[in-house]
């Protein structure tokens, strides 16, 4: 039977470690945290980090971190995901589009797919900044207590992907991972993610599926025996009792519309779908440093499809809230995973802003908005030691308790009282948010200070002298 709401991903967790928090749904239960990867790892694969979607109410609140098929596409938090030489870049462009929307296939059978979480996700700590990608969410069927990826007696289902237009593969980021299980064994599994063009520069990214594609994987097979050092790329390692080995490849293979690439992993409760049109780039202010690769050109895939299927997955778009799925209506439909903007609060910032600092994402702040209505603010706080203010979402009424963050501009200080976020069950009452905006005098950049305190903004706010500073 159905499971009543779909989860997010699971799997393996950072590339610094493993989050075994509990149900993958894209968020974070106050008190439960289940952590992230270390900054810095090779860049092989995106393992960092993954939530899609949200499990219904009786389990909403959990981030269980990401599988090793996700893939995101060069995000600027993702420590360290700067391709290596001929791996990742991606090739020079496809053919000439024929028109705007090459695609007419659904990656998945559009009956399969519950509903669609839009560009701009958050989830922390392991998306604490809006994301890059959407998600597919699919049913579950329920088993026993302790079945399931992540022992809740949740099964995720295989279900078959298909090439959504002719493609070109371009790569291949598969891990494989030997693990603890939640209520103990060992157990072994492999989860991909694909890059394929689909003419020009336009890229679509699938994370947390399976290549099952005989040509595909012949191509895997040739390079892991010729050992190519430019188009193969792949490392090992521990961490937390786990083992990991995480590759990427280089590849062409030509896919037609229609194909089976391969499955959903069945280690995720859905799968990711982006998408780059490197022809558009994202304008990117204020912080344009943090996205390097192709996070830039982020473009929503679903605008590629003909007409038809466009609007039967438009009408998917939307996300899980404690009274069942509700669409989402705000421009853009899509969502949006860009929000910078200079010399005001809003956007993303980051403990360190030199141009090779790249930290981690549960090391950034995001001041952002909700990915189901996009007119209510969220702050998305990844990183654990702002005093009075642990990990999660916060959110407040725009007007009545505190600035819009594109209204708090440089040299002000802005108090926040602050209300549950709907998929928060935190009891936020009688609590606040200082942040204070400011510019570095030597090298010019936009920096926020943020505090969380007690009480009400009933006084003139003052920034206590613990604030931590973020930067970009």
């Not at 053919?95 to 797919?113: G, H, M, N, W």
């Not at 499809?305 to 466009?310: E, I, M, Q, S, W």
């Not at 802005?414 to 976020?421: D, I, K, Q, S, T």
Request: glycine share 16%; charged share 15%; aromatic share 6%.
């Amino acid at each position: 039977m159905t499971g009543g709401g779909s989860g997010g991903a699971g799997g393996a967790g950072g590339t610094g470690g493993m989050d075994t928090a509990g149900t993958a749904d894209g968020h974070v239960t106050p008190g439960v945290d289940g952590g992230a990867g270390a900054a810095g790892t090779d860049a092989a694969v995106d393992v960092s980090h993954f939530d899609a979607g949200h499990t219904p109410p009786d389990t909403s609140g959990v981030d269980l971190g990401a599988g090793p098929g996700h893939v995101d596409g060069g995000h600027a938090s993702d420590g360290g995901n700067n391709p290596p030489p001929g791996v990742g870049i991606h090739g020079p462009p496809g053919a000439a589009c024929a028109s705007d929307t090459p695609l007419s296939v659904p990656p998945l059978e559009l009956a399969q797919i519950e509903y669609i979480t839009p560009l701009g996700n958050l989830s922390p700590p392991g998306h604490t900044l809006p994301t890059t990608h959407s998600y597919l969410m699919t049913p579950t069927l329920q088993g026993q207590p302790g079945e399931g990826p992540f022992g809740d007696g949740r099964l995720p289902q295989k279900l078959t992907v298909r090439a959504p237009g002719n493609i070109r593969v371009v790569e291949i980021s598969r891990g494989t991972v030997t693990r603890t299980k939640v209520g103990g064994g060992v157990e072994s599994y492999v989860e991909d993610g694909l890059v394929a063009n689909i003419c020009e520069s336009r890229y679509l990214i699938f994370g947390h599926i399976t290549v099952t594609s005989a040509a595909i994987n012949e191509a895997i097979a040739k390079l892991d025996a010729s050992l190519d050092p430019v188009r193969r790329n792949c490392h090992s390692y521990s961490t937390g009792g786990d083992d990991y080995t995480a590759c990427r490849y280089a590849l062409e293979v030509d896919v037609a519309a229609g194909t089976v690439i391969g499955t959903t992993s069945g280690r995720a409760f859905g799968m990711d779908v982006g998408a780059y049109d490197k022809t558009k780039p994202t304008t990117r202010i204020g912080a344009g440093i943090r996205f390097f690769g192709e996070a830039g050109y982020t473009a929503c895939a679903y605008d590629w499809f003909a007409t038809d299927t466009r609007t039967a997955l438009y009408a998917k778009l939307g996300d899980w809230s404690p009274t069942g799925f509700v669409a989402r209506t705000g421009e853009p439909r899509c969502g949006t995973a860009h929000l910078d903007l200079p010399g005001t609060a809003r956007g993303n910032w980051y403990l360190r802003a030199g141009p090779n600092d790249f930290d981690q994402e549960d090391l950034t702040l995001a001041l952002a908005s909700d990915v189901l209505d996009p007119s209510v603010p969220v702050f998305s706080i990844g990183n654990h030691t702002i005093p009075e203010l642990p990990r999660g979402l916060y959110t407040f009424t725009p007007g009545t308790n505190g600035k819009p963050f594109a209204e708090v501009i440089t040299g002000q200080t802005a108090c926040y009282e602050l209300r549950p976020h709907r998929n928060r069950g935190s009891n936020v009452t009688g609590k606040a948010i200082l942040i204070a905006l400011s510019k570095d005098a030597t090298t010019q950049r936009d920096v926020l200070h943020i505090a969380g305190a007690p009480g009400t903004c009933a006084a003139p706010p003052a920034m206590p002298g613990n604030a931590v500073r973020f930067e970009r």
